[in-house]
């Protein structure tokens, strides 16, 4: 609070913001903000949002009541709210003024603790084919320089089509 006191005191003797940065040791952009803020943002200042700050009471009792929703309207799970659509909605509503990190992690705890948790697939089915009864064939497309001429300082790019082509049989690439 010193820097600031220092500030306003040479921008009030002064009326410029150069010499009052000068004498605060900061940036003339820092100056002016201090010079044009309100007591009340002056008092705010140098405090960060912490998530207890951000998620109250009414933020959770709000992204549960839409967890809620989701359930007596049985959405289908990938038609779930996901934490950017719950910050809109928040947001619009008045609830939530904060940003979407500490929303996203309030968001998955709120899940986790439902029921809700998006969690990865119990099963995993491996392809296994009889020998030398099927082809695999891959393709795609591949881009790769050719090479700079140095005089004319152009390169040459070529498009390649590419298969890749896998039988059973072998089970390796061919």
Request: hydrophobic content about 35%; some cysteine.
């Amino acid at each position: 609070m010193d820097t600031v006191n220092k500030v306003r005191k040479a921008y009030k003797q002064t009326g410029q913001i150069n010499s009052a940065a000068k004498t605060g040791q900061c940036s003339w952009a820092t100056a002016k903000k201090i010079i044009d803020s309100t007591p009340e943002e002056l008092a705010q200042r140098g405090t960060r949002n912490t998530t207890s700050k951000l998620i109250t009471l009414a933020v959770i009792e709000a992204i549960e009541k839409i967890f809620r929703d989701e359930e007596e309207k049985k959405v289908h799970r990938k038609q779930r709210h996901k934490a950017p659509a719950i910050l809109i909605k928040l947001k619009t509503a008045g609830i939530y003024s904060g940003s979407i990190r500490h929303l996203r992690r309030a968001v998955a705890e709120i899940r986790k603790k439902h029921g809700h948790a998006i969690s990865p697939p119990k099963s995993f089915l491996e392809l296994n084919f009889e020998s030398g009864k099927y082809l695999q064939v891959d393709h795609g497309e591949v881009e790769f320089e050719l090479g700079a001429f140095n005089k004319t300082r152009v390169k040459g790019y070529l498009l390649l089509r590419v298969f890749q082509v896998r039988h059973s049989f072998f089970a390796k690439f061919i």
